[in-house]
Structures are given as C-alpha cells and as structure tokens.
C-alpha cells in the first residue's frame, strides 16, 4: 500500500493523512512512495477531506507564516538604508557650511609680506635673545599675498574646486591652517588644528583637530586630511624656515608671540 513520506521527519503515512502523525508538518502532494489505484484516486481528489492537525502538534512559526519574515527584514533594511542616508544628508550640510570667526580678507601687499620675512630671517639669525608679535591680520594679510593658487595638480584642490586663499584662525594656544575653495558658488573650507610644540630640533606643530566646513574630521584620519594642505604648507618654507629655529611660541587670539634664544648665526 501506498504511503505518504515526511519531508520533515521521513515518517511514513496514510494517503489519507494532511499533516504528518509524528512532527504535525504538512505534507507535500507528491510524496507518495508507490502507486496504486486507491492512491491514484486520492491524488486525483478523489480521497478524503483533509483532517485537521493533531492535537499537541504545533507548527513553527516559519512554517506556518513563511511571508512574516520577508516582511520583516525588508522593513529592517528599509530603515537601515533610511538611517544611512540621513547621515549622509547630514554630513554633507556640515561640510558646507561656513565655520564660525572665519576671518575676512585682509588683502595682499607686497612690501609688508617682504618685511615680515625679513624680519623673521633677521631674529632666527641674531646672536642675541629676540622676541616679534604679530596679530592675525598681518599674518593672513602675508598669506594672501605669498600663497597665490594651489598647484592645479595638487589634491589639496578638491575635485571641481577653485583655491581661493589660505588663512589663519588664532585661538588660546592653538591655530587653524584654514584653505578656502570655491564649489558650484560656494566656499568650502578645510581647517587644520596646530599646537606649537617646542623640540630640540627647533619649534614644531602638533595636529590636535581638523575639519570640512563644520564637520570634524575623526583624530584617526589626521595624518591623510593634512595631505590637503601640503602644498599650502610648501608654499612657506622660506618663512617657516626661521620659525622653526623659535625657542616658543605663544599663541592667543589676537596675536602669536614668537622668542628666539641668540643661537642663530649672522646672515651675510
């Protein structure tokens, strides 16, 4: 006599049978394992009506409602992919907003720009102690007059963006390095957050910060955002120069206070 096979359990059962005797799972159509002609009738709905399943035989969730699931996870990715784009939303209208005390154009000249360089190669050479103040406008005014336009093949140009100036934001004990840049007429800018740090080699810089716009760039990622402002940072070296050969610098938001030991050699 024919019988029906569990898909489940590999019991066999009545033709009769709609639910599996042992584990209560339906069972499939074709499982049957021999033909006859009984069998031949039933599967042509001929047999008897389906009985109901046995009582203390319950069916998994997953089996009785296989579309809950689907249901579920494209919810759950739905929000997801909601979530992300939020945050990308959200991160883009940081970058592009102007920061707070960006400081406005001070213009160039060319005769001040020379006299500040001249008086920083004149105190890193002296023989004696030497000190020189200088507030934020000199500083940005020399900037703008010494760094003309990034290097069009530089990545300090970003895909698409025109440089515009390099700048100085003062603060207490600290400095930005700020690059502003023109994009689809707007001004994006990069700031990057310096400490002065004294050596033996002679002053140096931390990074301690830095930023797109209003949006801060993780601590992790510093060493590849500064790659932005090499070309900024090449563009002083003749003025960093006798920076460097400072014993402190002093920095508060109006000016930056620069001292000299008397170690330097006279220039000829």
Known sequence: ??????????SENDLTRVFCANCGMRLPEDAVESSSPAAAKLMAGGGAPALPMPAGRRVSKSARKPSERGLFGFLFSQLV?????????????????????????????????????ETLRGLASSPHPGSWTVNQNAINSFLETTIKAA??????SMIGAKFQRAFVRLGDGCADLGIEQNFLTRNIYLLLEFQPEPS???????????AIGRLPVPNSLLPVFSRLFHSTISGLGQ??????????????????????????????
């Open 151 to 156: 290097a069009p093949d530089s990545a300090e």
């Open 81 to 117: 992919s909601t979530i992300l784009l939020a945050a990308l939303l959200a991160a883009l209208i940081q970058m592009v907003r102007e920061p707070d005390n960006i400081p406005p154009r001070s213009g160039e000249n060319g005769s001040a720009a020379q006299d500040v360089y």
């Open 200 to 210: 033996t080699g002679g002053l140096g810089a931390k990074m301690t910060g830095g």
């Open 239 to 268: 003025p960093l120069a006798p920076i460097r050969q400072a014993r402190t610098a002093a920095i508060t938001p109006q000016d930056v206070k620069l001292q000299w030991d008397g170690s330097g050699t006279p220039s000829r």
């Open 1 to 10: 006599m024919s019988v029906r096979v569990c898909s489940q359990c590999a």
